[in-house]
């Protein structure tokens, strides 16, 4: 059992930065693979990111090159870095932790990119 509690969101204009952290805690964080998600009004949850137990990290073409996930270990944390924002950004993001068929998900952050 994985508790992962997220934070970091709120209303941004464009081109402006936000960062995400998820806080885990209950089971060996770094043995998981985790990943954030997002999900806008109307629309199916979407993959972001995701970084494994080794540090490879996979990131959505929507947010390469604006976007980066990291993690730390002795932390048991990971964040998403988040600049250039774009009003499409705009979801709630969710914090997930993979591992062997078990997945886990935070309660969610709003993120809101608007002028």
């Known amino acids: 059992q994985v508790n992962l509690v997220n934070s970091g969101g709120g209303l941004v204009q464009p081109g402006g930065s936000l960062r995400l952290s998820c806080a885990a805690s209950?089971?060996?964080?770094?043995?998981?693979?985790m990943g954030w998600y997002r999900q806008a009004p109307g629309k199916p949850r979407e993959l972001v990111a995701t970084i494994t137990s080794g540090g490879s990290t996979n990131l959505a073409d929507s947010v390469k090159g604006r976007f980066t996930i990291s993690r730390d270990n002795a932390k048991n944390a990971v964040y998403l870095q988040m600049n250039s924002l774009k009003p499409e950004d705009t979801a709630v993001y969710y914090c997930?932790?993979?591992?062997?068929?078990?997945?886990?998900w935070g309660q969610g952050t709003q993120v809101t990119v608007s002028s």
């Open positions: 997930n932790a993979g591992y062997r068929g078990l997945s886990y």
């Open positions: 209950g089971s060996i964080f770094s043995i998981y693979t």
